[in-house]
């Protein structure tokens, strides 16, 4: 699994776009990009994956450059309940080692 | 997606005895399930990974004797911590990979708040 790295912390505002980087320089030609967020005393929750380019869901985008070493997660339009830790992974789908780097919290201010 | 059901949410127990947490994968077999724990305004960190119908794969520093994982189903983990102390109180997760997902593949329980007196 490819280490991360994360800013610790982030803060915004309710209603702003939040851009969160990931850089990953070591990652394989196989790995996969995937985000989760966590809310406290709960496990974390899938938000999304990508390989290369742009991905985009109902919750988030997903940029990746070319050469794939960073990604970023991108939350339009927070709102307070957008305030949790996130996390990103970088390696194979049916990769069994599956540790999770120290996140980014986020806080959302009104 | 698919649901990972944990058991308990919340146990409280003395010191000394042993506490057991389920983990469940509901509409999937999980051949591969991952124990973590946690610790305020920390990441998640790995203890084990279990593989149905093997041993567990403990990560180094984690005392296997311990933390005793079963996992004899495709459905079912389970995590005993053995004669439990204070220092072991701590947010345990269970997550489970589902290998028939096309996208998220890994999913994760709501997690066990394990406070030992």
């Known amino acids: 699994l490819a280490k991360t790295t994360q800013p610790i912390s982030m803060d915004s505002y309710e209603g702003q776009e939040v851009n969160i980087t990931c850089s990953h320089n070591?990652?394989?030609?196989?790995?996969?990009i995937t985000w989760y967020q966590q809310f406290p005393s709960q496990g974390p929750r899938f938000i999304i994956q990508?390989?290369?380019t742009k991905v985009t869901n109902e919750v988030a985008s997903l940029f990746i450059p070319a050469d794939r070493k960073s990604s970023t997660l991108s939350l339009p339009r927070v709102s307070l309940s957008d305030t949790a830790v996130y996390y990103c992974?970088?390696?194979?789908?049916?990769?069994?080692?599956?540790?999770f780097g120290a996140g980014t919290r986020l806080t959302v201010k009104p | 997606g698919a649901v990972v059901s944990q058991h308990p949410s919340r146990v409280i127990c003395k010191s000394g005895t042993s506490v057991k947490i389920e983990c469940r994968s509901l509409?999937?077999?999980?051949?591969?399930m991952f124990w973590y724990r946690q610790f305020p305004k920390q990441s998640l960190m790995l203890m084990a990974t279990?593989?149905?119908?093997?041993?567990?794969?403990?990560e180094q520093g984690v005392e296997k004797d311990k933390f005793l994982i079963n996992h004899a189903s495709l459905t079912l983990s389970t995590l005993t911590v053995t004669s439990a102390h204070p220092e072991d109180s701590s947010f345990y997760i269970c997550?489970?990979?589902?290998?028939?997902?096309?996208?998220?593949?890994?999913?994760f329980g709501s997690g066990t708040q394990l406070s030992v007196l």
């Open positions: 997550s489970a990979r589902d290998p028939g997902a096309t996208n998220e593949k890994l999913f």
């Open positions: 070591n990652i394989a030609t196989n790995d996969y």
């Open positions: 990508g390989y290369k």
């Open positions: 992974l970088v390696g194979e789908t049916n990769n069994n080692d599956m540790r």
């Open positions: 509409d999937f077999q999980a051949t591969t």
């Open positions: 279990s593989n149905e119908g093997s041993k567990a794969t403990y």
